[in-house]
């Protein structure tokens, strides 16, 4: 995700006999964390926007002297991650939110003091320009449409086992109180047509299949078109798509808003809390990369 939006690590870190950072082993061991990892954050693909945020992380941080990165795959860091929960072993991990891993294990961010990561983000709605006037049920829908970080990663979660679309209607099944507060008073359509656009990652593929079936049921005929965000921002601009539920703010995609700011309507956030950072286990003591101790 995430300007590219692929990211991971691998950190830890602990003091030499008596810290809170030291983690013990199967044999009653005090060893240090770095030591076990062997001072190596588990990444995702080169060239990642997450990527790019941990080698920063690397180089502001003191005490990650010594520590690299390793990057693959978004898959590999994942199944990675899995085998160490398994067997309950250090592992830090370059992770974003939402993202199923937070459904499915018992994560914790390494707090970052020196704001390494950015600030925490939201995912905003925005519509093209005259959407309200065409669609004022859709725009209404639209714009009330708002929900939890821990309700995308269930959808994501599911998605794991079934396609997306199925995982959304499960979804919408089991949270109709949260539709109803959406479509309260929106009368129907019949087979208004509506293309939404977002960008191929599983975040907004999520949020965009829930709305697609919830427009659906409200009588819209739903195109979903994935897109690169460039070409998103593009498209709700120049009025080629109609609305998108993708935009990362106010750094991920930032820039594409500041160029076509002024151009589409500003919805506001369907989703607060986005975050990126160095991700551990949540039986790890450690709760800082400060905690971290450089390879001496």
């Not at 809170?20 to 076990?36: H, I, L, P, Q, R």
């Not at 990527?51 to 180089?59: V, Y």
């Not at 106010?250 to 506001?268: N, R, V």
Request: hydrophobic share 35%; with cysteine.
């Amino acid at each position: 995700m995430i300007a590219g939006l692929s990211l991971s690590l691998m950190l830890t870190g602990c003091g030499e006999d008596d810290s809170s950072d030291n983690a013990d082993n199967s044999e009653g061991e005090t060893t240090s964390v770095g030591e076990k990892i062997d001072y190596t954050i588990t990444g995702i693909e080169p060239g990642a926007g997450l990527t790019e945020a941990t080698d920063n992380a690397l180089s502001e941080y003191e005490n990650l002297e010594g520590w690299e990165q390793e990057t693959a795959s978004t898959s590999a860091m994942l199944t990675s991650l899995g085998e160490a929960i398994e067997n309950e072993e250090p592992i830090v991990v370059a992770g974003w939110s939402p993202h199923f891993k937070f459904a499915k294990y018992d994560l914790k961010y390494l707090e970052d003091p020196k704001g390494a990561f950015g600030d925490v983000e939201s995912i905003k709605t925005i519509a093209r320009k005259g959407f309200k006037e065409d669609m004022p049920e859709a725009y209404t829908i639209l714009d009330r449409f708002q929900w939890e970080t821990s309700d995308m990663e269930s959808v994501m979660l599911a998605a794991q086992d079934m396609d997306f679309e199925k995982a959304a209607q499960q979804w919408v099944g089991e949270n109709q109180d949260t539709v109803s507060e959406w479509t309260k008073g929106v009368e129907s359509v019949d087979g208004t047509s509506i293309e939404l656009v977002l960008t191929p990652w599983d975040t907004e593929r999520s949020s965009a299949n829930v709305a697609k079936l919830v427009l659906e049921e409200q009588g819209y005929d739903v195109t979903l078109t994935p897109v690169s965000p460039s070409v998103m921002f593009q498209a709700i601009a120049e009025g080629d798509g109609d609305a998108s539920l993708a935009p990362w703010m106010p750094e991920t995609h930032g820039s594409f808003y500041e160029k076509h700011e002024g151009d589409f309507e500003d919805l506001g956030e369907n989703l607060e809390g986005a975050k990126l950072g160095l991700v551990v286990p949540a039986y790890m003591d450690i709760d800082s990369i400060e905690d971290l101790k450089p390879d001496e």
